[in-house]
């Protein structure tokens, strides 16, 4: 069965701090994507990669960066934190980039204070 | 500007109801429509989809129905269960182009005993 793994399951970060997100996934896939879910929202793309060493800005860029270092593993960067950022992360990767199911990790719940 | 619509934000149905969730869009060339349930502190996850060739697709007890001309789509869950309770995100994404898969905010069901 596909499998995104991300860590940490949930982070308390202080405002200006740095935060990293990691996310791994065996399913061969070679698009990752970065979402953020906020109450009352849905899912909002924050960057994409569909090769390694490579990423693309998705909707919402601003004050994330993102690293695609392997095929299998994907990280999201807030370099300084901010209280706006307080929200649920999720990992995700797709065969291909068009008309194809996407597989969600289990999320990253980050509360910046 | 939201480019998928999704209503009502939130619908309680009794059990064995039929509930109707509906979707709209904006990008006449998106050509695939996925729907995504996510229970609470969980992932999203696809449940069923529809690509316009057709319009309507039945998986069991969910039916998507779509109108290509009108840009509209609804979900229909029929003898609804209380284990149906999740919100549902209507998606949408194009073959060219913006091929990002595009998340609405959601319609939170709630299926009473």
């Known amino acids: 069965e596909a499998a995104v793994t991300q860590s940490p399951r949930s982070k308390v970060a202080v405002t200006g701090g740095k935060v990293t997100l990691s996310c791994h996934q065996t399913?061969?896939?070679?698009?990752m994507y970065w979402y953020r879910q906020d109450t009352g929202h849905g899912l909002r793309l924050i960057h994409y990669?569909?090769?390694?060493?490579?990423?693309e800005k998705g909707d919402i860029p601003d004050g994330y960066k993102a690293s695609r270092p392997s095929q299998e593993n994907f990280s999201l960067i807030l370099e300084l934190a901010s209280l706006s950022q307080t929200a649920v992360y999720f990992c995700?990767?797709?065969?291909?980039?068009?008309?194809?199911?996407?597989?969600f990790g289990k999320g990253t719940r980050l509360t910046v204070v | 500007q939201q480019q998928v619509r999704q209503s009502p934000q939130s619908l309680t149905v009794w059990e064995g109801e039929t509930a109707i969730l509906n979707c709209s869009y904006e990008?006449?060339?998106?050509?695939?429509f996925p729907w995504y349930w996510q229970f609470p502190r969980e992932s999203p996850a696809l449940l069923i989809a529809?690509?316009?060739?057709?319009n309507k697709k039945e998986d069991g007890r969910f039916t998507i129905f779509f109108n290509k001309r009108e840009k509209k789509l609804s979900l229909h869950i029929t003898d609804s269960q209380p284990g149906d309770s999740a919100t549902y995100f209507c998606?949408?994404?194009?073959?060219?182009?913006?091929?990002?898969?595009?998340f609405g905010s959601g319609t939170q069901l709630t299926v009473m005993p």
């Open positions: 995700a990767s797709s065969d291909r980039g068009t008309n194809t199911e996407v597989f």
């Open positions: 529809i690509r316009p060739v057709s």
């Open positions: 399913n061969n896939h070679d698009y």
């Open positions: 990008d006449s060339t998106f050509d695939y």
């Open positions: 998606a949408a994404s194009a073959s060219s182009g913006s091929w990002q898969l595009i």
């Open positions: 990669s569909y090769v390694a060493d490579s990423t």
